[in-house]
C-alpha cells in the first residue's frame, strides 16, 4: 500500500489543523493505521493509532484529549485532527500502515507516507 500523507503547515498556538493520509494501490480497509512524528535529532514518537474497522484505537498522553483519530474506508482516507496546538507538537507527520493490529513502536510498521511539516508558533 502507497501512503500520501498531507495537510501540514503553520498555525499559532491554540490552532487546529486536519492532516490526512490517502491510501493506494491495496485495500485500505485490511491495515491498521497510525501517527507518528520526529523532530531532527530524535527518535521517531508514537502519536496515535487505529484498527482497521476503527473499533479501536489508542493515543499517546502528550497528545490526549488534543488530538483525535479516524478513518473513512470508503475514502481510502486516514485523517489526524490536531486541535489545541503547542510549540512542542512541532515536528513532522508521518503515517504508517500495518495488518495484524496496531501498535506503538514505529519499526512495527512496514508502509510509510513521506510526512508533513507541523510548525507551530508561540
Known amino acids: 500500500v502507497q501512503l500520501q500523507a498531507s495537510g501540514g503547515g503553520l498555525v499559532q498556538a491554540g490552532g487546529s489543523l486536519r492532516l490526512s493520509c490517502a491510501a493506494s494501490g491495496r485495500t485500505f480497509s485490511n491495515y491498521d493505521i497510525a501517527w507518528f512524528r520526529q523532530v531532527p535529532g530524535k527518535e521517531r514518537e508514537f502519536v496515535v493509532a487505529?484498527?482497521?474497522?476503527?473499533?479501536?484505537?489508542a493515543l499517546s498522553e502528550a497528545v490526549s484529549g488534543r488530538f483525535t483519530i479516524s478513518r473513512d474506508n470508503a475514502k481510502s482516507t486516514a485523517y489526524l485532527q490536531l486541535n489545541s496546538l503547542k510549540p512542542e507538537d512541532t515536528a513532522v507527520y508521518y503515517c504508517a500502515a500495518r495488518t495484524g493490529g496496531w501498535r506503538l513502536e514505529w519499526d512495527e510498521y512496514n508502509y510509510w507516507g513521506q510526512g508533513t511539516q507541523v510548525t507551530v508558533s508561540s
Open positions: 487505529i484498527s482497521w474497522r476503527g473499533s479501536s484505537s
